[in-house]
């Protein structure tokens, strides 16, 4: 039986109040958390918002990811992937 690999994300908000919102590229949530998120994840491609409504960013998780808000919003953004039933 081959053992499932789940890695660490670790993303620190530039304030205590800020939303952190962690979806799949199929636009399901996985994860959210405010001010911190420390969680594991499959590896993957997965998009990011500080609060839901400002920009989306692409994490693509390969290896433990340990960031903060401001090194990920120095990257490009992407288009929020659309939930389809």
Known sequence: MK???????????LTPSTEIWVGDTDGCLVQKEVG??????????Y???F????PTYPIH?????????????KGKTCTRPVFKL
């Open 3 to 13: 053992k499932i690999k789940y890695f660490k994300l670790c993303i620190t908000s």
């Open 36 to 45: 911190k998120i420390k969680t594991r994840l499959l590896p993957g491609d």
């Open 47 to 49: 998009t990011v918002e």
């Open 51 to 54: 609060g839901l409504g400002t």
């Open 61 to 73: 998780l390969d290896n433990d990811y340990d960031t903060t808000q401001e090194e990920i919003m």
